[in-house]
């Protein structure tokens, strides 16, 4: 199973951003799926979670501006990114959780996908 990210750049404060993230592999079923951010000096923090493309949670920082969504039949997470502000800045990084495939049941982790947002 592997995950793939895609939606990186830069934009300027208020801006908007959307980014994706592919689940790979012979994947029967997925239990959520979910984004992190690291932003520099500081630990990787949980963003938004999404579980069977109904319930969401978002933390504090984001809500409002912040949107999770999910496509099943393609295995892919997306996060619409609006009013952006420099402190969003990070590192972003897909998880999928409990992910049932032909080797068995685990989470995995996508490659981090860089946001910056600055003027």
């Known amino acids: 199973v592997q995950l793939q990210a895609c939606g990186a750049g830069l934009v300027q404060p208020g801006g908007s951003l959307r980014l994706s993230c592919a689940a790979s592999?012979?994947?029967?079923?997925?239990?959520?799926m979910g984004w992190y951010r690291q932003a520099p000096g500081k630990q990787r923090e949980l963003v938004a979670t999404i579980i069977s493309g109904v319930s969401t949670y978002y933390t504090d920082s984001v809500k409002g501006r912040f949107t999770i969504s999910r496509d099943n039949a393609k295995n892919t997470v997306y996060l619409q990114m609006n009013s952006l502000k420099p402190e969003d800045t990070a590192v972003y990084y897909c998880?999928?959780?409990?992910?049932?495939?032909?080797?068995?049941?685990?989470?995995?982790w996508g490659r981090g996908t860089l946001v910056t947002v600055s003027s």
């Open positions: 592999g012979n994947i029967f079923s997925i239990n959520h």
């Open positions: 998880k999928a959780f409990s992910v049932w495939s032909e080797t068995g049941t685990g989470d995995y």
